[in-house]
């Protein structure tokens, strides 16, 4: 068939185009969250121990907990208003002992000009009252006693003018008897009298053994229960004379009503517990009690008036008087008598409850307890932090190089580590705190004594924790490819092997740090740690061990007793919750 023929034929309907297919539009990638199953696959391993830990509800709370105790420690001092050892004082009207007073029961005694009266004359007088014997020695030298009042006493001292044979007296001394001293010595022993008058001369009879004398008398002192205390003190000399207290010491004793030395006529008003001693023309010479009022502030002076008004009030059991416009109160304890007047005092904010501007109260030292609970929790955790990282450093060499060299060196060390396991570790600590304290050693500098010794006593159980992980570590693979690589041998250790010990030395240290903040509160609480003036948590409840402080001012002890409790608890929560995220084993 020709062309044209074909080009005739008629023409057979198409089919139309079918329209051409596009490639489908990429789905845009899923973003997947961090716990999403399908990206575990590509996180790092620290992003997979994050997630197992922040998944743990439990180190959650101990993480807060932490981070609010850091806060309070370390940021709250910034903002207290209160400096750590600020204290705190506050005026208050209190009666307060001004003067003091008790009923004079021991003898005072004025000597006369020109005599001696020492202590061991004073001792043989005062046997010889007690046993009613009516002469007494001193140096070879006889002596006697005559009573002038009531509790008063005049000491003499005998001279020998006579001795009595067969009813006559023969001179002693070479000086002849006196006319008629021999009828009046006679006259004295038939009415059986010790002592006689003649011719203005006092006589004494005087016995030793059988023999009998006679004897003049030379006074020496006057030993009296009276007080004496003159108006003016420029009087002073006068009223603790010899003649003067003789003088009215007779006086008084036959209740005369003056008396006469050195020329001078002196008056006595007698009033119930006192008596006033006034010259002729009536002006207070001096006063005369049994009782001794002294000022309890050597400073002070106490006029005779004011004595004289507490002697008063005393003696007529009155409780109080006033003296210058201000009261007194007299107040009794068992022979003492207090005198005490209202006194402006500033004193220490002792044990005071919380209020607006203590909110937890002060302490014994009146220093405010919430700021001392922060920088004490300073040093607490300070202690702790310190002492971990010290004890994971020497634990970390000596368990490393122990576990790596095995063999000789390894069975050294080993035996190192037995020899301070050994050693009694709270015993010791003791007797460090002990040293400290007879040392005297400043507070800052056993801070830092007693962190490095709990450190260096510490660390023996990381040290066999990491020998023991490195010896199993050291046959893996990638340490066969170190060996090739030829590094040196404190590289393969500490880059190498220890890394790989980290995680589980994390655990151990974050636990760890519980127990030496304990340790430290209890050291602190047997007055052994932190002394004054820093503060640490177990110093501030070491306040408690006394039974009276505990019931009453629960604010000294719980605080501090709450803080170590959380802070434990938040570092033991932390630390379970790391020990778990470590865990290859934990379920995803």
Not at 42 to 62: C, D, I, Q, W
Request: no cysteine.
């Amino acid at each position: 068939m020709s062309d044209l023929d074909k080009m005739s034929e008629p023409l057979e309907p198409t089919k139309p185009a079918e329209p051409q297919k596009l490639p489908p539009r990429p789905t845009p990638p899923t973003q997947l969250a961090l716990d999403d199953q399908r990206r575990i696959k590509v996180l790092s391993p620290g992003m997979l121990v994050a997630k197992r830990f922040f998944r743990n509800k439990l180190a959650l709370v101990g993480l807060v907990i932490l981070i609010v105790m850091f806060i309070f420690s370390f940021l709250g001092p910034a903002l207290s208003p209160y400096s750590q050892t600020q204290v705190f004082y506050t005026q208050n009207d209190i009666y307060k002992d001004y003067a003091g007073a008790i009923i004079n029961t021991e003898l005072r005694y004025v000597v006369a000009q020109g005599q001696e009266f020492g202590a061991l004359a004073r001792a043989n007088f005062l046997l010889a009252s007690g046993k009613k014997q009516p002469t007494f020695t001193v140096n070879g030298v006889e002596h006697t006693y005559i009573a002038e009042g009531e509790g008063t006493y005049r000491i003499v001292k005998l001279q020998i003018v006579a001795e009595d044979l067969v009813g006559q007296l023969v001179p002693s001394g070479g000086n002849p008897v006196p006319d008629g001293l021999e009828e009046a010595y006679l006259a004295a022993k038939t009415a059986k009298e010790t002592m006689f008058e003649f011719q203005g001369e006092n006589y004494h009879v005087t016995k030793s053994g059988k023999k009998t004398f006679l004897s003049t008398e030379q006074n020496v002192a006057i030993a009296s229960l009276a007080i004496y205390d003159p108006y003016d003190q420029a009087n002073s000399a006068i009223v603790n004379s010899f003649p003067f207290r003789l003088a009215s010491s007779n006086a008084m004793k036959d209740n005369e009503d003056s008396f006469e030395v050195d020329g001078t006529r002196y008056t006595i008003q007698y009033d119930e517990g006192s008596n006033t001693i006034k010259k002729a023309d009536g002006v207070a010479f001096a006063e005369v009690s049994n009782i001794i009022v002294n000022p309890l502030d050597q400073k002070e002076f106490l006029p005779v008036e004011f004595k004289t008004l507490a002697r008063q009030a005393i003696t007529e059991h009155d409780p109080e008087f006033s003296y210058n416009g201000v009261d007194y109160n007299v107040v009794r304890v068992n022979i003492n008598y207090y005198i005490k007047r209202e006194t402006t005092s500033t004193i220490i904010k002792m044990y005071e409850f919380p209020n607006a501007h203590h909110p937890l109260g002060t302490d014994n030292n009146g220093m405010d307890q919430m700021t001392r609970l922060m920088y004490g929790g300073r040093v607490s955790l300070m202690v702790g932090f310190v002492v971990v990282l010290l004890e994971t450093a020497i634990g970390v060499i000596i368990g490393g190089i122990s576990g790596y060299f095995s063999g000789a060196v390894d069975t050294a060390l080993m035996r190192f580590v037995d020899l301070f396991n050994s050693i009694p570790y709270f015993p010791m600590v003791i007797i460090f705190g002990s040293v400290m304290d007879t040392l005297e050693v400043s507070p800052m500098r056993r801070l830092f004594i007693l962190m490095a010794i709990l450190g260096l006593m510490g660390w023996t159980g990381i040290a066999r924790l990491v020998r023991g992980q490195i010896l199993s570590l050291r046959e893996q693979d990638f340490m066969v490819a170190t060996e090739a690589t030829g590094i040196r041998t404190s590289r393969k250790i500490f880059r190498h092997l220890v890394p790989n010990v980290m995680p589980l030395l994390i655990v151990i240290a974050t636990g760890s740090l519980g127990g030496v903040i304990i340790f430290e509160a209890t050291l602190g609480f047997l007055g052994l740690g932190i002394k004054y003036p820093l503060a640490s948590w177990g110093s501030i409840i070491n306040l408690a061990s006394d039974p009276y402080v505990m019931t009453t001012y629960w604010f000294i002890w719980l605080p501090a007793g709450m803080l170590i409790l959380l802070t434990v608890l938040g570092f033991n929560f932390v630390g379970d919750g790391l020990r778990d995220a470590y865990d290859p084993k934990m379920k995803r």
